[in-house]
T-cell receptor, first 117, second 112 residues
């Protein structure tokens, strides 16, 4: 089945530094990928839609200058958390749809646990 | 707007049945169901599209009532592996935008 590979799985960084998270579709092309954030014991909140070859679209309340998204190829989207602060600590997950017009739902990456100290 | 799930939590014995509900105040194009184990990413269970019929595989099935803007997930003869948090995800409007808005989740615990 379709696989979305996400790296790193865990990262600890210091306040003020930037962290890049990669999301790759391994056996299919994804013109669109989605980035979610999940705080402990809470639901997944959609942050932004990553579009190959164009700018990402951000959900209301998500700072586009803080969460930089790049989708330079059909198989890779990256999320960079810039000038990270402890409140950015969260579980970040990407997803992609194998068949946009089908019944396949969305495949999620394994997630990245970010801890900012 | 976030769909509302009920109940918030369920504790079952192996072999018992459970129903998880998901309702929205907005018209829905589709409803997705996912299960998430602790510390892991959500896993797709099934999708119900507007105009589609009830779906299911193995002992997990779901229904979608478009008029009521509700979906229900049915777990029958539950197994220990069913434990986890179940999320419904809804897509609004008329198209397959890919923008899933998830409910707050229902935690299911199956005990031996």
């Amino acid at each position: 089945g379709a696989v979305v590979s996400q790296h790193p799985s865990r990262v600890i960084c210091k306040s003020g530094t930037s962290v890049k998270i990669e999301c790759r579709s391994l056996d299919f092309q994804a013109t669109t990928m989605f980035w979610y954030r999940q705080f402990p014991k809470q639901s997944l909140m959609l942050m932004a839609t990553s579009n190959e070859g164009s700018k990402a679209t951000y959900e209301q309340g998500v700072e586009k200058d803080k969460f930089l998204i790049n989708h330079a190829s059909l198989t890779l989207s990256t999320l960079t958390v810039t000038s990270a602060h402890p409140e950015d600590s969260s579980f970040y997950i990407c997803s992609a749809n194998l068949a946009p017009d089908g019944n396949y739902g969305y495949t999620f990456g394994s997630g990245t646990r970010l801890t900012v100290v | 707007q976030q769909p509302v799930q009920s109940p918030q939590a369920v504790i079952l014995r192996e072999g018992e049945d459970a129903v998880i509900n998901c309702s929205s105040s907005k018209a829905l194009y589709s409803v997705h169901w996912y299960r998430q184990k602790h510390g892991e990413a959500p896993v797709f269970l099934m999708i119900l599209l507007k105009g589609g019929e009830q779906k299911g595989h193995d002992k997990i099935s779901a229904s979608f009532n478009e008029k009521k803007q509700q979906s229900s997930l049915y777990l029958t003869a539950s197994q220990l592996s069913y434990s986890g948090t179940y999320f419904c995800g809804t897509e609004r409007g008329s198209g397959n935008t890919g923008k899933l808005i998830f409910g707050q989740g229902t935690t299911l615990q199956v005990k031996p």
